[in-house]
């Protein structure tokens, strides 16, 4: 079994923790939760739809460090603040995912997250045998 860890690549925010953005492990990536952070690793407020596209724009950066794509995510898992948001960030959620290619899912509310943020996303990508 190989494992190949992700902790930099472009656009990748330079996270303040210690961790890695992605783990891959053979044709399967595991994806670190993701929140509205700059480049930089500073926290950006928006609304629960900013905040959701951008963390969703820097999960898409870790896939890209590890050579996968948005097409090869099968789980989304997403945690809000406010689960009051959900109808918000499904309206990005469909704009990023088109019908019939969307990953499963878990949506919950979270007491908190870091930063102060108001929704974070992980996820699992896998790749078939073929690499698509």
Not at 18 to 42: K, M, N, W
Request: proline letters at 8%; a negative charge; hydrophobic letters at 45%.
């Amino acid at each position: 079994m190989s494992r190949h860890f992700i902790s930099s690549g472009p656009g990748l925010p330079d996270w303040p923790s210690p961790i890695s953005q992605a783990v891959v492990v053979d044709r399967t990536c595991y994806l670190s939760g993701q929140l509205s952070l700059d480049e930089s690793g500073r926290y950006v407020p928006g609304t629960p739809a900013e905040e959701a596209r951008r963390a969703f724009g820097n999960l898409f950066a870790a896939l890209l460090a590890a050579d996968f794509g948005p097409q090869h995510l099968v789980f989304v898992d997403i945690a809000f603040t406010d689960i009051g948001a959900l109808a918000e960030v499904n309206k990005v959620y469909a704009e990023l995912f088109p019908e019939g290619r969307r990953p499963a899912r878990t949506v919950y509310e979270a007491a908190a997250l870091p930063f102060g943020g108001q929704v974070k996303v992980m996820g699992v990508a896998v790749k078939s045998a073929d690499g698509d």
